[in-house]
């Protein structure tokens, strides 16, 4: 660096973060509003901006609020923090070599110049002491700040880092880099030479191959390949979050999706419809799977391939599940007949656990066939089927076919509707051990879901062996993970505060986990087993709350728990666990607290009991029902833990006046509140009512805010 770079060159962020002082202001000011009003700006403009707003966010609202343009504020922002206003324009083409543009676009910084000890940045945030550790970490060198407006270097990280230049350049680079057979098609789907010379010339080949290969590199499950009006964008799903990958003028990314067509045998002509096809390409000696599906997105089309080890199927043991949960686990494993349900949403790993489970389970003394859509592994020793829908090889019909082939475990995909639901558990009674997975919130909902898809609570609770809900927590980089010593930042305190826990290490991001502090993931597991009691409680209709209570008392940990464990060995993070998890369950559902308040709904109308069920248990609250009177009156007896009944007015044999009277009669159920649903309302009504013992009623022809106002009315009067 020359004397003269060294003069304007900036103080270190550190240093630069105490500003000179100004005035105080109540409440968390976002530090933008206090630049503007300690200029002289009137605070009766003063912006809604909360103080945990991005800068580009906050930029935008303040040069709107007070009527400053950026050169203005990029001034006053210098001036405040004693930098330099930066010239972007004369920035040293070198220094942008060394700072990813991952990094560069997160931080929203834009290399200016640099020496052997020294890098100096266009921020629009001198305050952003977490990008200062990044540079600093990444370059070896000091980082030092200069102040520009977030679009100026928004324009120059696009002009930077476009491919409408990088393209040639990156593909004239890659002669010794990578090749056209660097991506090798294993089984030819079809002829790959077609009339577009463009979709086989050696550019598009390379690359694809590019993009193929640096996805398997970087352990992509997912390529996105997105059309945009000027440019594309090419994203990985690396450990369950996209990362951007590169940008592509659309006239190459075209081209690119073309070529992925080839591949995979589709239509190249047809860009109107939807497509799915397959390939199996070869890497490094290596053979992987790629599910392609198309969509038309405007006038362009968008490609998403999910990418596939073939040889990557992982036992039991390999999966790194905690003990507890794995010895549960294999305990499910051991009947011989039943159904065992693994749930979880897309990508949270659920056919790589049954997959490890099959693994266990195939001895080579069992028959073990499988219907599954695709079928993502092959497993050796196991007979594995293929939906195909449009001849006719559905699950359900699939499953009754191999229940001829004298099978001991059957792997059923995905079960989606009732035929496949009771085909399943019918197979089951039938002792069979039957795996499936259905789309689940938690362990215990997996009942619900099955009770959705039309299954009889009876043919639940003798059948289900237990469930094993899942997700997938991004792992610490070992590279650079960070121990927490001393003090925690704000963000750690309220998460501690939140989930009881102390962090123990800090995610901080390196070239190593593509700066994001996370490289690889661990599963968080909870196994539900089905037992005596809990058989018993599905039979009964027993509420979400009730059935978890028991799963919780017969040795279940739930994810949240699992996920706190993780983080108390500094496997993770408490921001991932509160990313994947949310903040975990109520004490009461764990460890036999306060549970959420009991509701009993009488009522003989079938479509109305399950229509406040759903609106009662999406609130919270725990929910149990029956259809007359005299059934209400002998559950009271045995239960006394409801907060509040819900009665029909009209019933046939004991209408609700005479449950009311008797409710408000009996030494066990006297405090009970209790709402009253009537056809029509009266002021006649509403008297005989209150003074039977009633403590409010609602009309039925009310709608569902109304009526859920009433219920939380009536518990509030009575807490």
């Known amino acids: 660096m020359t004397d003269d770079a060294r003069s304007v060159a900036t103080p270190k962020v550190a240093e630069a973060s105490a500003p000179v002082e100004g005035p105080r202001y109540k409440g968390a000011l976002h530090w933008l509003v206090r630049v503007a009003e300690r200029a002289g700006y009137s605070d009766k403009s003063r912006p809604e901006l909360p103080a945990g707003s991005s800068a580009p966010e906050a930029w935008s609202e303040v040069t709107k609020a007070y009527g400053i343009s950026d050169p203005q504020l990029a001034e006053l922002v210098a001036e405040y923090f004693r930098l330099d206003v930066a010239d972007i324009n004369r920035a040293d083409p070198n220094a942008a070599l060394l700072i990813p543009e991952t990094m560069a676009r997160k931080h929203h910084v834009f290399p200016l110049s640099e020496d052997d000890r020294q890098l100096v940045v266009a921020t629009c945030d001198p305050t952003n002491v977490e990008a200062e550790r990044a540079l600093g970490f990444s370059t070896g060198r000091t980082p030092l700040f200069q102040v520009a407006a977030p679009r100026l270097i928004q324009d120059a990280l696009d002009q930077r880092f476009s491919l409408e230049k990088a393209v040639d350049a990156l593909l004239g680079g890659l002669a010794d880099d990578i090749s056209e057979d660097a991506v090798q098609l294993v089984e030819e789907m079809g002829p790959e030479s077609i009339s577009e010379d463009d979709i086989v010339s050696t550019p598009v080949v390379k690359l694809t191959n590019l993009i193929i290969r640096d996805a398997i590199t970087q352990g992509a499950s997912d390529i996105h390949i997105e059309p945009g009006r000027k440019l594309g964008a090419v994203r990985y799903r690396v450990d369950g979050v996209l990362r951007k990958h590169m940008d592509l003028p659309m006239a190459a990314l075209n081209r690119i999706i073309s070529r992925i067509k080839v591949l995979s045998k589709l239509d190249i002509a047809d860009r109107l419809r939807p497509q799915d096809g397959k390939a199996r390409v070869q890497v490094r ?122 099978p001991d475990v059957i792997l059923v995909g995905e079960i989606r509707d009732k035929e496949t639901a009771v085909t399943a558990f019918q197979a089951a009674m039938t002792g069979h051990l039957v795996l499936t997975t259905v789309h689940a919130n938690d ?270 009315a009536v518990l509030r009067r009575s807490m």
Not at 297 to 319: I, Q, T, Y
Not at 327 to 341: A, E
Not at 350 to 364: I, M, P, S
């Open 285 to 406: 000696g290596r053979s992987y799977d790629l599910r392609v599906s198309t969509i038309p997105a405007g006038s362009a089309e968008k490609c998403v391939m999910r990418v596939l080890d073939s040889s990557s199927a992982l036992s039991l043991d390999e999966l790194d599940l905690p003990k507890h949960e794995l010895d549960r686990l294999r305990g499910l494993l051991s009947h011989r007949s039943g159904v065992v349900v693994v749930t979880g949403p897309t990508g949270s790993g659920k056919t790589t656990t049954l997959y490890g489970a099959l693994r266990e389970l195939a001895d080579g003394k069992v028959n073990i066939m499988t219907v599954e859509d695709p079928i993502e592994y092959e497993l050796p020793g196991i007979t594995q089927t293929q939906v195909q829908t449009k001849q006719g090889m559905t699950f359900a019909g699939a499953l009754r076919a191999m229940l001829r082939q004298d």
């Open 443 to 712: 362990a215990v909902s997996a009942v619900s879901r099955l009770v959705d898809l039309g299954l009889q609570y009876s043919t639940i609770a003798q059948t289900l062996r237990g469930a094993a809900a899942q997700r997938l927590l991004r792992r610490v980089c070992a590279s650079c993970a960070e121990a927490v010593r001393g003090q925690l930042t704000p963000d750690e305190q309220r998460l501690t505060e939140s989930h009881g826990v102390e962090p123990v290490v800090r995610a901080v991001g390196c070239p190593e986990c593509g700066f994001t502090g996370y490289r690889g993931r661990l599963p968080v597991n909870e196994v539900l087993v089905s037992g005596p009691r809990m058989a018993q409680a599905i039979e009964q209709r027993k509420g979400w709350a009730t059935l978890q209570r028991v799963a919780v008392q017969g040795g279940m940990r739930t994810m949240h728990e699992v996920g706190l464990e993780w983080v108390k060995q500094g496997r993770t993070t408490l921001v991932e666990v509160e990313r994947v998890l949310g903040q975990g369950l109520d004490e009461d559902s764990t460890d036999g607290g306060k549970s959420a308040p009991r509701i009993l709904l009488v009522d003989d109308d079938h479509d109305a009991r399950l229509l406040m069920r759903t609106l009662l248990e999406t609130d919270g609250f725990e929910v149990e029902e029956v259809e007359d009177g005299y059934k209400a009156l002998d559950l009271l007896k045995q239960d006394q833990e409801f907060q509040l009944v819900i009665l029909d007015l009209s019933m046939p044999g004991m209408d609700g006046r005479q449950v009311l009277q008797q409710i408000r009669g009996s030494i066990d159920s006297a405090a009970v509140p209790v709402l009253i649903r009537t056809s029509t309302g009266s002021d006649t009504i509403e008297t005989e009512l209150l003074e039977a013992g009633a403590d409010d009623y609602v009309e039925k022809s009310v709608d569902a805010d109304r009526f859920m106002a009433r219920v939380r």
